[in-house]
């Protein structure tokens, strides 16, 4: 099974940003580096299905986990600074972990199976929501969402 794990230091300069794209990820290992510069962490085109040992990244700005096998996305729960939520293409089935996020200001969760939105009222700094190529049969309430452009 292959964990992303960290062998070396990060070269100089470059703590802002860790991508891990295309590694063949199928789960995060708890020894990821947690240095407090980190602000956005990639994770797309691996196998992963489920987001956990996230909680080290209390101060990340941008995730995207695209094209994984996510089927859920609680763990976002605890990153309370993510301002973007990158999640398309994967098998999630319904919104969950956004009531903390409350400087979420980009959401994208298209080509999931999410069938209902609920959650997302809770993040009134939305400016960007993508659903597009999902099973929702209906979108409820957004008027919360005073900042949103696009949907």
């Known amino acids: 099974m292959a964990v992303a794990r960290v062998d070396a230091a990060l070269p100089p300069g470059e703590g802002?940003?860790?991508?891990?794209?295309?590694q063949g990820l199928q789960k995060l290992s708890g020894n990821l580096p947690c240095e407090a510069d980190i602000h956005t962490l990639i994770l797309d085109k691996n196998?992963?299905?489920?987001l956990?040992?996230?909680?080290k990244y209390r101060q990340l700005i941008q995730l995207s986990v695209a094209n994984n096998?996510?089927?859920r996305m609680m763990g976002v729960?605890?990153?309370?600074?993510?301002?973007?939520?990158?999640l398309p293409h994967n098998s999630i089935g319904y919104v969950e972990?956004?009531?903390?996020?409350?400087?979420?200001?980009?959401?994208?969760?298209?080509?999931?199976n999410i069938k209902a939105m609920e959650q997302v009222n809770s993040?009134?700094?939305l400016q960007h929501l993508d659903l597009s190529d999902n099973n929702l049969s209906q979108i409820g309430?957004?008027?919360k969402l005073v900042s949103l452009k696009y949907l």
């Open 16 to 22: 802002s940003v860790v991508n891990w794209s295309g």
């Open 47 to 50: 196998q992963i299905i489920k």
């Open 52 to 55: 956990e040992n996230l909680e």
């Open 69 to 71: 096998r996510l089927v």
């Open 77 to 86: 729960a605890k990153l309370t600074q993510l301002r973007v939520l990158n």
């Open 97 to 112: 972990g956004l009531k903390e996020l409350v400087h979420l200001e980009w959401l994208n969760l298209a080509g999931n």
């Open 123 to 125: 993040c009134p700094a």
């Open 141 to 143: 309430d957004l008027s």
